[in-house]
């Protein structure tokens, strides 16, 4: 069974980074025709998606939030991670890391993990 299970702080200050760290069991991220993504949902509005990660470990980002983001990997620890600088209240929200086959369309995401950004 693969699970996926975000962590990190719950609270960041303004201007400071962000990292989150998904820890992955049941299946290795380098697992063929694989993409690990990270997406968040502030409070009132709909899921946004950030970025992903090929099982070859090219990454790729939303748009908005290029020049902040960057997602990288330890397949020592089969890990995978986020990290977001410079944030500020609208990073406020619940962050899911998920996996996705992109021969299959199966997909499964980690129950998420609330980041509040303030001082």
């Known amino acids: 069974q693969v699970q996926l299970q975000e962590s990190g702080p719950g609270l960041v200050k303004p201007s400071q980074t962000l990292s989150l760290t998904c820890t992955v069991s049941g299946t290795s991220i380098e697992t063929a025709n694989s993409a690990w993504s990270w997406i968040r949902q502030p409070p009132g509005k709909a899921l946004e998606w950030m970025g992903v990660?090929?099982?070859?470990?090219?990454?790729y980002y939303t748009s908005s939030l290029k020049g902040r983001i960057s997602i990288s990997r330890d397949t020592s620890k089969n890990q995978f991670s986020l990290h977001l600088n410079s944030v500020n209240s609208g990073d406020t929200g619940v962050y899911y890391c998920?996996?996705?086959?992109?021969?299959?369309?199966?997909?499964?995401w980690g129950q998420g993990t609330q980041v509040t950004v303030s001082s």
């Open positions: 990660m090929t099982r070859d470990g090219t990454a």
């Open positions: 998920g996996v996705h086959s992109t021969e299959t369309g199966w997909s499964t």
